[in-house]
């Protein structure tokens, strides 16, 4: 009798499982992540690459043990958003990663997870690029291409363009990682509009195939909404009823749906570095769509430190922190058909 008690409570919590599953995989949702993580390196010092402070005897001392309490970090925030959304995000997006084989081990600390990757390798002199892993029972990948942005003296990261579909719903998204404000501002801009002149490029491109395609930059671009690269190069707006009235040739910056501080915190100062635009395709009703909470700068009390609640960074200088990352991650979840 117990026997049978067990097994009948066994196949109802299995039809209860996949009763539950069914429901999210219908819900007609997609969800996105985009994050910075702050340096995903393995210890293994890689000749080609400029990556010898992140080995065990570099100067960040980067250990087996400090690799193992970062992949956890950045798991805990996964599942998280997991519990927020009701699934791990369909896409995953990060930057300042090593390799694809780091990547995947990060992965692995997410039980159940059904993502496969789609990993493209940069000429960056540190060696670290944009990963990117998608849930293979929601999204299709239809395949992946870049370009170069055409900095002198020094490469830099790809501008990536990966071609998706959601059920019916085929999409572009645009990921970039733009040189950063080392040194002085001003010096290192020209690099910064070179990269925006890189991506609205394949941003032209892709208007003059389908000018009401579904079209998504993300990125950590190393300027803000208003700076010259994203507001004048990209043609960017944070101001909504300015881009519904006249949204031709214009992306959406998403921060404009919100009254968020920004996503890192520098020099005593809240900086909106990482950002997603959309084009004027995600509000016509076809395919993929807005909604009013599209959008948001996701954190959870354990990745907030100190009384500006700034990110809980892995390293500040060359002191370890243990913390997750000096970014906060974002998230867009879109409507399919």
Not at 64 to 80: D, F, G, P, S, T
Not at 137 to 162: A, F
Not at 248 to 253: Q, S, V
Not at 270 to 277: A, E, G, K, S
């Amino acid at each position: 009798m117990n026997l049978k008690v067990s097994a009948i409570s066994l196949l109802l919590l299995i039809t209860l499982s996949i009763t539950m599953h069914s429901a999210l995989a219908d819900t007609g949702s997609l969800t996105m992540m985009w994050w910075n993580v702050e340096n995903l390196f393995d210890t293994v010092d890689n000749p080609e690459t400029r990556d010898t402070e992140f080995t065990p005897e570099g100067k960040k001392q980067w250990t087996e043990k400090k690799l193992l309490l970062k992949c956890m970090r950045l798991a805990h925030v996964i599942k998280a958003v997991k519990l927020r959304t009701g699934g791990y995000p369909d896409i995953l997006a990060f930057c300042e990663v090593e390799n694809q084989e780091v990547f995947e081990h990060l992965l692995t600390f997410l039980p159940g997870n059904r993502y496969r990757t789609a990993y493209h390798a940069s000429n960056d002199p540190r060696g670290i690029d944009i990963a990117v892993a998608y849930d293979s029972t929601s999204v299709r990948h239809l395949g992946t291409s870049w370009r170069k942005v055409p900095v002198k003296k020094r490469n830099t990261r790809d501008i990536s363009l990966y071609n998706f579909s959601a059920g019916a719903s085929p999409f572009h998204l645009i990921l970039s990682h733009w040189p950063s404000r080392s040194l002085d501002t001003k010096w290192s801009e020209p690099q910064r509009i070179l990269a925006a002149e890189t991506a609205k490029g394949i941003i032209d491109s892709l208007r003059i195939a389908n000018d009401s395609g579904d079209i998504i930059v993300m990125g950590d671009f190393n300027d803000n909404p208003g700076d010259r690269s994203v507001s004048e190069v990209l043609n960017a707006t944070t101001d909504k009823n300015s881009f519904m009235q006249q949204p031709d040739g214009r992306l959406f910056n998403c921060w404009g749906m919100i009254d968020g501080k920004g996503s890192c915190y520098f020099a005593g100062k809240w900086l909106q570095f990482d950002q997603v635009m959309v084009s004027a395709g995600l509000f016509d009703n076809k395919g993929l769509g807005m909604q009013d909470n599209a959008f948001s700068c996701f954190s959870i009390p354990h990745m907030q430190t100190g009384k500006k609640k700034r990110p809980y960074a892995t390293y500040r200088g060359q002191r370890y922190l243990g913390g997750y990352s000096d970014h906060f991650p974002l998230l867009l979840q879109l409507r399919t058909e």
